[in-house]
């Protein structure tokens, strides 16, 4: 395993599969949230689907400072080419009550919600990733922060009267640290992709030693911002 980013990066660009393990272990619960609120069918296939195509990009990944842009550019064209099916979470609380409101977004705000408030791109960037006008990012979230204050006063159920953008970075943040979590999904994944092979749900992961809560440790020490 790499000690740091660069080594993992510098791994991913040699071909070595320990590297694009170590990229799947920084920012799985990233992609797993823009997953199940762009396309939720498939998750764990899905995932292997844009690792699978990062690794075979690598030599295009230069620096850490690249790796959002890298791969949030190949993301999230593989998610917004999938049919539109947000997962559905029945949870009472906040962290899960503020997943519905956003996946009650149109798909353009959650995007622009996505990009900007849990990868922590720009709005240039955003643009980039997306092939579209920044005016169009920039007013994707205003929608998105309009729609989610209006969501949140008819819910009564956050501490908070204020919807802003530090209140959705904050719910963001909880909900990726809670996505650091899915363990076993995520060993699978790394599995996968290290072997070329396909995701299914029968795909059984390996057992290793002392692996709980391995990926939310790591996620917050390492974290991909």
């Not at 009267?161 to 994944?189: G, P, Y």
């Not at 396909?198 to 390492?222: G, I, M, V, W």
Request: with cysteine.
């Amino acid at each position: 395993m790499c000690v740091t980013i660069a080594e993992a990066v510098a791994c991913v660009r040699a071909g070595q599969p320990d590297g694009i393990s170590d990229i799947i272990s920084y920012t799985a619960p990233n992609i797993w949230l823009a997953v199940s609120l762009l396309c939720s069918e498939q998750i764990g296939g899905t995932m292997t689907e844009i690792y699978h195509r990062a690794f075979a990009c690598g030599s295009a990944l230069h620096s850490p400072s690249d790796l959002r842009m890298w791969l949030c550019g190949i993301a999230y064209p593989i998610l917004l080419s999938k049919p539109d099916v947000p997962l559905l979470r029945n949870g009472r609380t906040d962290s899960e009550l503020f997943f519905r409101m956003l996946a009650a977004l149109p798909r353009e705000e959650r995007t622009a919600v996505l990009l900007l408030c849990a990868e922590g791109c720009t709005a240039a960037q955003s643009a980039q990733i997306l092939n579209i006008p920044e005016i169009e990012v920039k007013r994707a979230m205003r929608r998105a922060r309009v729609a989610l204050a209006d969501q949140a006063k008819r819910e009564r159920a956050f501490a908070s009267d204020t919807v802003n953008t530090a209140w959705i970075l904050d719910h963001m943040k909880d909900l990726r640290e809670q996505q650091a979590q899915q363990t076993e999904l995520f060993e699978t994944v790394i599995r996968c992709v290290r072997s070329g092979e396909a995701f299914s749900e029968q795909t059984e992961s390996p057992a290793k030693a002392d692996t709980r809560n391995y990926f939310q440790k790591l996620f917050r020490t390492r974290r991909f911002r």
